[in-house]
C-alpha cells in the first residue's frame, strides 16, 4: 500500500524540517507538510482524501496530544469539506495511526514495574499539584513520566520548588498538567550517553550525543553498545517502531535504559535519517500486506 508522509512544518527548527524533507525528496517518496497554528493542524483539508494512502507523521509532541484527545475532525481543522466530515471516523483512525504512540506503554510509571534494567530505578513519583509548592532538600533530576512532555526534564536544586523549577523551563499550562505524573530520582553522573531507533530488537539507526559527560554527537556507537540495544530490545517493545536512549555511567559500568520516546517526535541527532525513513517506509508498506 502507498504511504504519505505528514511534515510538521512549523514550530520546529528549520535544519531539523529540512534534513527531513531533504531525504523524503532524494528517497522519492510521497509527502506533504502541515502546520500547528494554536490548536489548528493547517493544510489538513489537502490531505486528507478517499484514497486508501497509510499515513506516517513526523512532528513534535503536541501533535501526540493533539490527536489522542480530538473527538470531531473539525476540532483539528474547522476547514474541512463536508466529505472529509462525513468520513471523520476513518480520517482520525489513518491520522492516529501515522503515530506509533500508546500513552500508557510510553508512560515511565508503566514501563517501570516491568524489572527493566532503568537508570532511574531507585524513582519516586508524585503528582504535578501535589510536588507544586513542596521545598526539595537536596538536588535531584526531576521529568515528566508522561512521553508527551509536560515540561522539560532538568535537576531541581535544595530549596527549590517544582513551580520554581517550572518558571525557569519550557513547561505546558499548569492546569492543564495538574494530574501529571513526575519523576524523582537522585542525581547520577552519566558518562556517555546513545539514542537508538528501533524495530523491535532490531536497530534501525543509532548516534551517540554525549561523550566522558561531553555533548560530542557523533554516528559512531560501538559494537558492544549496539548489542546492548539488541538485547534490551528484547526485553520491551513500547510499540514496534520506537526509540530507545542508553547510557552508561561514572560509578559503573552497566548500560541503563534512559527512557523511550515515540519516534514520530524524536529528534535524530547525529542517526543516518535517510537510512531511518527508508526502513521505516519498507516496514509500514509490508505490514499493511499482512
Given amino acids: 500500500m502507498k504511504t504519505k508522509w505528514l511534515l510538521q512544518s512549523s514550530g520546529l ?8 524533507a531533504d531525504s523524503l525528496i532524494n528517497l522519492g517518496l510521497n509527502w506533504v507538510d502541515f502546520g500547528i497554528v494554536d490548536d489548528t493542524l493547517t493544510n489538513l483539508e489537502n490531505i486528507l482524501n478517499i484514497e486508501n494512502e497509510i499515513y506516517i507523521a513526523r512532528g513534535g509532541t503536541k501533535l501526540l496530544r493533539m490527536l489522542q484527545e480530538t473527538k470531531t475532525i473539525e476540532t483539528l481543522n474547522p476547514h474541512l469539506s463536508r466529505e472529509q466530515i462525513k468520513n471523520e471516523e476513518n480520517y482520525i483512525k489513518r491520522l492516529r495511526n501515522s503515530l506509533d504512540y500508546d500513552e500508557k506503554r510510553f508512560d515511565m510509571e508503566y514501563y517501570s514495574t516491568l524489572g527493566l534494567p532503568l537508570l532511574n530505578n531507585e524513582m519516586e513519583m508524585c503528582t504535578v499539584d501535589n510536588l507544586l509548592y513542596s521545598e526539595f532538600e537536596k538536588d535531584m533530576f526531576i521529568k515528566p513520566s508522561k512521553d508527551s512532555k509536560a515540561f522539560n526534564g532538568g535537576i531541581i536544586y535544595s530549596g527549590e520548588t517544582l513551580m520554581n523549577y517550572l518558571m525557569r523551563t519550557p ?26 531507533f528501533m524495530h523491535k530488537d532490531n536497530i534501525l539507526g543509532s548516534s551517540r550525543y554525549m561523550l566522558e559527560g561531553k555533548v560530542k554527537p557523533s554516528n559512531f556507537v560501538a559494537q558492544e553498545i549496539k548489542d546492548k540495544a539488541k538485547e534490551y530490545g528484547k526485553l520491551y517493545n513500547p ?47 509490508e505490514s499493511s500486506l499482512n
Avoid at 520506537?242 to 547525529?270: A, Q, R, T
Fill in 239 to 285: 510499540m514496534d517502531i520506537y526509540v530507545m536512549d542508553l547510557c552508561s555511567l561514572e560509578d559503573s559500568d552497566e548500560i541503563k535504559i534512559v527512557e523511550y520516546n515515540c519516534w514520530n517526535c524524536s529528534g535524530f541527532y547525529h542517526c543516518d535519517i535517510k537510512s531511518i525513513i527508508k526502513q521505516i517506509n519498507v516496514i509500514k508498506s
Fill in 171 to 196: 513547561h505546558r499550562s499548569i492546569d492543564e498538567i495538574g494530574q501529571d505524573t513526575v519523576i524523582i530520582a537522585p542525581l547520577r553522573t552519566i558518562k556517555d550517553e546513545y539514542r537508538f
Fill in 13 to 20: 527548527t528549520s535544519s531539523y524540517i529540512e534534513e527531513v
